[in-house]
């Protein structure tokens, strides 16, 4: 028997809670790949991300062609906190925490509505923000169907008549007064460079396991050691780990400039440019997490990316259970070596 002790309920109040997980650190490009990585566990192949325009009214949609969710599903996984982040997990799940699908829309909107096509035909739940703050018992009003108006919005998924669609509304920390159609679009070219570098080995090859769309073109995949390249000086032998099964190393060295056309030497200094992008790329279950970092490493006085090393890449394989090992965090954004 466990010693009881005195104790209350304490659980928080929900508008509160909601609106500090906004401050998580997401950007629309991470929160984005965030949604996208429930679509991969969920088996699809064809993800459809829309930048729809309508000033204030703007949203976003991601739209998959997986498994979807049954109505008990999808309650659970609107829930925050439901599923144990210490819970063993298949081996091609790209989730952990229980949490993203949550917070990485709400770093980005007001109104989040879910809608999926599983088991149980089309079920829709939706969280909005204004909702909560407006509701005095600080409850968590988790709302049924479509918002009042946004029910066409929807309509996409019920044509397609399997999988889920995630519609993020009320859009306040992408469309603050000012807001163009051409930031809207230059975010959109955003997303679509970081989502062509996060899920590049997903999208690779003549047969890709995923296709991405953003508004309607595919989006094409950004391969950071510029495999196969002729000007590459050697192809690199992958390292495995002695004991550990998955975890693998391999490391490269870019063609130098010469090598390249100018087109080539542009698109492969990658979305922050050759030098920022030297270091270690680290993959989880094939989905990058980081894209060029020394890791901290060094002793006495930490690497620091230099000139010198611009055209060194390092791939890092590691799998989902070796994530408390490797620390990563709720934004799938950062990872520390063991
Ligand atoms: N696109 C989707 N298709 C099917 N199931 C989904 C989808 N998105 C989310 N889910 C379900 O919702 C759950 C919660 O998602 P999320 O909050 O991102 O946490 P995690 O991915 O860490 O489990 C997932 O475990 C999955 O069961
Ligand atoms: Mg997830």
């Given at each position: 028997m466990p010693t009881t002790f005195k104790s209350r309920n304490a659980p928080p109040k929900a508008s509160a809670m909601v609106e500090a997980l906004r401050g998580l650190g997401y950007n629309t490009q991470t929160a984005l790949a965030d949604i996208i990585d429930n679509s991969i566990s969920a088996g699809a192949s064809e993800v459809r991300v829309e930048f729809v325009w309508a000033e204030t009214e703007s949203r976003i949609i991601c739209l998959d062609n997986g498994i979807g969710m049954s109505a008990a599903g999808l309650d659970i996984a609107m829930?925050?906190?439901?599923?144990?982040?210490?819970?063993?997990?298949?081996k091609s799940d790209l989730g952990r925490?229980?949490?993203?699908?949550k917070t990485a829309s709400f770093s980005q909107c007001r109104r989040?509505?879910?809608s999926t096509v599983g088991n149980d035909g089309m079920q829709s739940l939706r969280w909005d923000l204004d909702y909560l703050a407006n509701s005095p018992d600080g409850g968590w009003h988790l709302l049924e169907g479509s918002h009042p108006g946004s029910e066409k919005l929807l309509e996409p998924l019920s044509d397609a008549g399997k999988g889920t669609l995630v519609l993020w509304e009320d859009l306040d920390r992408i469309i603050t007064p000012g807001s163009t159609v051409q930031d809207f679009l230059n975010l959109a070219d955003k997303v679509e460079q970081h989502l062509g570098m996060v899920f590049h080995r997903y999208l690779e090859g003549s047969r890709p396991r995923l296709r991405?769309?953003?508004?309607?073109?595919?989006?094409?995949?950004?391969?950071?050691?510029?495999?196969?390249h002729p000007g590459k000086p050697y192809n690199p032998p992958a390292f495995k780990h002695p004991s550990i099964q998955g975890i693998e190393a391999e490391c490269h060295v870019l063609p130098h400039k010469d090598m390249l056309s100018p087109d080539?030497?542009?698109?492969m200094g990658g979305p922050e440019g050759w030098t920022a992008q030297q270091g270690f790329y680290v993959y989880r279950n094939e989905r990058l997490l980081l894209a060029g970092s020394w890791l901290g490493l060094g002793t006495g006085r930490s690497w620091t990316k230099d000139e010198a090393h611009r055209l060194a890449r390092i791939r890092i394989d590691i799998p989902n259970s070796a994530d408390a090992d490797w620390k990563i965090d709720i934004r799938k954004s950062t990872a520390r070596p063991p």
């Open positions: 829930r925050l906190g439901e599923r144990n982040p210490l819970e063993e997990r298949s925490f229980g949490l993203g699908l989040l509505t879910v991405i769309f953003l508004n309607g073109q595919p989006i094409k995949p950004w391969d950071p050691f510029l495999t196969d080539d030497f542009e698109r």
